[in-house]
């Protein structure tokens, strides 16, 4: 019986461990800043979705910087494709905003 709560035990430290471990990973994927390449001209959005209207533009070819995870959104059709993933997108200065995830290439 000793033997079976101390190896309960065990596996509930090493869950726990591997429960944060995970947790940290994702949390530092989402603060990673990776290079995205836009694909076409196109409007850069105040939230993932339509709604909050645009803020700027990307110009096909340029390379910007980027949240390296996606964000959930609203449904949109563009660049060949539909999506409700997004992508943030720095697309001037400090300003940043959201452009489907269809209408980006990742360079790194």
């Given at each position: ?90 697309y001037a200065g400090d300003d940043w905003g959201y452009l489907p995830s269809t209408c980006v290439t990742w360079a790194s």
């Amino acid at each position: 019986m000793k033997r079976l709560m101390t190896a309960a035990a065990a596996l509930a430290a090493a869950a726990a461990f591997t429960a944060g471990f995970a947790t940290s990973a994702n949390a530092s994927e989402a603060d990673a800043v990776c290079q995205a390449v836009a694909d076409e001209n196109r409007a850069v959005w105040a939230e993932p979705g339509t709604a909050g209207g645009t803020v700027g533009a990307v110009t096909a070819g340029s390379t910007y910087d980027a949240d390296c995870a996606l964000v959930p959104g609203a449904s949109y059709t563009a660049c060949g494709g539909t999506t409700d993933q997004w992508a943030r997108v720095n697309y001037a200065g400090d300003d940043w905003g959201y452009l489907p995830s269809t209408c980006v290439t990742w360079a790194s």
